[in-house]
């Protein structure tokens, strides 16, 4: 198990969504935020049961309650609470970074009508 960074991660992270995106056959105007999301969930899993240990994930985000804010219950293990852990970060890097890009092209569209 490598040492958990939350910058590789995000890294890592975006890196492996470019790559998920250049190898699939997504039509140009074929809405992919399920299959987005949905690759997101599998990597997510996938770094909490291969890749990174749970204990050092939720130790460095200072997450150790067991307690899962975003859905009001309490994890069943550290896995569970590694994996809503790992949530928490993608939601306020990638999902705030998409969010504001799709923001500034509407912006850019308003501008030039």
Same mark, same amino acid.
């Given at each position: ?10 890294? %890592? ?6 790559e998920f995106l250049e190898d699939s056959d997504f ?5 992919? %935020? ?10 997510i899993d996938n770094e909490v049961i291969y890749y990174?240990?749970? +204990?050092?994930?939720?130790?460095? /985000? ?21 994996? +809503? ?5 993608v939601d306020e890097n990638i999902n705030c970074y998409? /969010? ?5 092209? /509407?912006? /850019? ?5």
């Amino acid at each position: 198990m490598k040492r958990f960074n939350k910058y590789h991660f995000i890294s %890592d992270l975006k890196e492996a969504m470019g790559e998920f995106l250049e190898d699939s056959d997504f039509e140009d105007d074929e809405n992919i %935020d399920d299959d987005m999301q949905q690759f997101i969930h599998e990597y997510i899993d996938n770094e909490v049961i291969y890749y990174h240990d749970c +204990w050092q994930i939720c130790m460095q /985000e200072g997450n150790t309650d067991f307690n899962i804010e975003q859905i009001g219950e309490t994890a069943k293990n550290i896995t569970e609470l590694a994996y +809503w852990t790992l949530t928490t970060i993608v939601d306020e890097n990638i999902n705030c970074y998409l /969010e504001a890009k799709e923001l500034k092209e /509407e912006l /850019e569209k308003t501008e030039t009508l």
